[in-house]
T-cell receptor
């Protein structure tokens, strides 16, 4: 079945540093999504990507949909303490329903 | 705009019991999906309901079942609970538009099976 891999698994950075995380898949997706999950909460959508090669920004966050449609990356610039959390990439196929495949997540810790 | 609300937030059951989890969709949404998130992992798709019928299912056994009601709220039922069913169960709602629909998640119901 479809599987996503995320790297790194976890990262510890200083406040103000830039962050980069990646996601790869064994399958092609039509849509790539990046979610953030805080403790005790459900995932919250950060960025949605709909076309191969698309580069999209949301404030300090930038994400790209890989040309092969099998990968994506997320960059966070000038990290702040509230960026702490688990970041999930997710792929979605254009089917009759909204099945979303999630990666295992990247845990981000920001040291003030 | 009301978000997705789930109940209960936490519950403990013993092996073999049955559990029902509830979800109220975000206002204006007509589709509900359920996900299982084991500790330290990403959410896994269980199934989706649209127009009160299941229209997509992940790799979960039949003892996982659901309902969607006319007001678009939903229930997840799990029979014959097993220890591995311990997880955070997430409900997500969306508005079916014919394209890739954005999911809005609730905070989840944490189930512990002893």
């Amino acid at each position: 079945g479809q599987q996503l891999n995320q790297s790194p698994q976890s990262m510890f950075i200083q406040e103000g540093e830039d962050v980069s995380m990646n996601c790869t898949s064994s399958s092609i997706f039509n849509t790539w999504l990046w979610y953030k999950q805080d403790p005790g909460e459900g995932p919250v959508l950060l960025i949605a990507l709909y076309k191969a090669g698309e580069l999209t920004s949301n404030g300090r966050l930038t994400a790209q949909f890989g040309i092969t449609r099998k990968d994506s990356f997320l960059n966070i610039s000038a990290s702040i303490p509230s960026d702490v959390g688990i970041y999930f990439c997710a792929g979605q196929l254009r089917t009759s329903y909204d099945k979303v495949i999630f990666g295992p997540g990247t845990s981000l810790s920001v040291i003030p | 705009e009301t978000g997705v609300t789930q109940s209960p937030t936490h519950l403990i059951k013993t092996r073999g019991q049955q559990v029902t989890l509830r979800c109220s969709s975000q206002s204006g949404h007509n589709t509900v999906s359920w996900y299982q998130q084991a500790l330290g992992q990403g959410p896994q798709f269980i199934f989706q309901y649209y127009r009160e019928e299941e229209n997509g299912r992940g790799n979960f056994p039949p003892r996982f079942s659901g309902l969607q009601f006319p007001n678009y709220s939903s229930e997840l039922n799990v029979n014959a609970l097993e220890l591995d069913d311990s997880a955070l169960y997430l409900c997500a709602s969306s508005l079916a538009t014919g394209g890739a629909n954005v999911l809005t998640f609730g905070a989840g119901s944490r189930l512990t099976v002893l």
